[in-house]
């Protein structure tokens, strides 16, 4: 009889045993194991230590899982280890398969107050943060978790912060760079994320303190400036953004940009001795000229380039009101004869001023010219003057002989077949005749009056001549008896 009453005892121990051991795993499991999605909202949110029940009621933002949506368990989980029962597992509301469940405490006679779950002295709760677990099924590994914190006598549930969204701005002016003085440029703030709603705040001068504060459409604004400069200068501009609801975007600050205010670019040439070189003229390898350039920041640098050459050409560096001043330069020996371009262009801003020119002799063009007009001039000249002289003398001298060969001619034929006496006088017509063409070929040109006068000389010797002979004819007719008779003479 002993032994059985012994064994019995000794069954009972082990099953006690066993049931301490799985209380003890089921506690320590709830701890290990991660809550469910979702947040619980408790009815009050705040009261005392001591009350009970602890609250009224629970919503839940999410369905308990399916398989254990029979019945809901509250506990505290105990600093020291292990958890104390706040309100016991019942269905009543239940099941608890819908979102936004509510679940309703049973009542005081079942529920612990917050200090009697913590199994404190004295319901003195140590200040600190404690969690409260909401168990369905119940079961310790599917649950919803909610942090409280206790002051005093007094728990809340733990106001949990949360950091708003971080924004970023990023600046930008166009045109880029710079701009003409006098002009307008607009300011380009864009803020990130788009959702973010709020102003952009400009700053830096010229801006008018009523246009500083621009409101983000789709996570822009922008802002359109009228410049007032009237010299070549730097503007440092910035932007920041300024949330309406600082708990949900953060404030950002864009980086600060420039803006060049520069002028209409333009260049000037000289040579050595301070004549002004025009663009496209004609310049000699070797020779030397000084530019002055505008259109370039204050104190950019400037780099300098020939079109078709490979010659390195040292860099320039604009003057505090952007121009380049007495820039020497000087064409390449090795530099190919015809159009080249000198380029100049800020390493900054990136304005390009071009002076144009042509590689060759400075005198090939006026000595081509000279020898050309001179050429022409002689030629033409040469040629009017021997064709003109040709054609006077040729015409003057057959005019004139024709007309005094013709006019004698005739003169002196006619008055032939008269007496003597006539011959004689148109001997001296034929000299008149002679001189008529002398005169004609005179009068068209003066080069044949020495062949119509040879010719005058010669019929006058020959007039003389015939007079001679007619005399001598006279005389011995005379002599002999023959000048009025006819017939044998006495002599005969």
Partial sequence: MKRRLHLIIMAVMALLLASGVLVVSSANDAVAADPLPGTVTLTPSSGSVTANPMFDSATFS??????????????????????GSIMPAHGQGGPFDDPGFTYQNPGSSVTSSLAKGLNVTDNVVPAGAYELRFLCGPNPNQFFSLIIEVSGNTWQVKQEVVD?????????????KQTLIGSTYTL???????????????????????????????????LEVAETATSPLIRTLAASFNPADPTKFAASDATAITVALVEPKSVRARDENG???????????????????????PNEAVDVALSGSQTQFPDGTADAAGALNDYEFTVPDDAADGPATLSLTGATGGTKVDFAFTVGEAGGETEGATEGSTEGSTEGSTEGETEGATEGSTEGTTEGETEGATEGTDAGGTDAGGTDTGGTDIGGTDTGGAADGGTGGEEENPGPLASTGSL??????????????????VYHAHRSGRLLSFGPTPRD
């Fill in 456 to 473: 005058g000389l010669s019929l006058g010797i020959l007039a003389a001549l015939l007079l001679a002979v007619g005399g001598f004819v």
């Fill in 275 to 297: 004549d002004t070189v025009a663009q496209n003229s004609v310049l000699e390898p070797g020779q030397k000229i000084k530019l002055v350039v505008k259109g370039y920041q």
């Fill in 188 to 222: 380009t703030a864009t803020v990130t994320p788009s959702e973010a709603v709020g102003a952009v705040r400009f700053t830096g001068p010229p801006l008018s303190p009523t246009a500083l504060s621009v409101p983000v459409k789709d996570g822009v604004a922008t």
């Fill in 164 to 176: 708003p969204t971080d924004t970023s701005t990023v600046l930008s002016v166009s045109p880029a």
């Fill in 62 to 83: 999410a369905a308990c899982p399916a398989g254990f949506q029979a019945k809901l368990q509250v506990i505290v989980m105990r600093p020291t280890g292990g958890f």
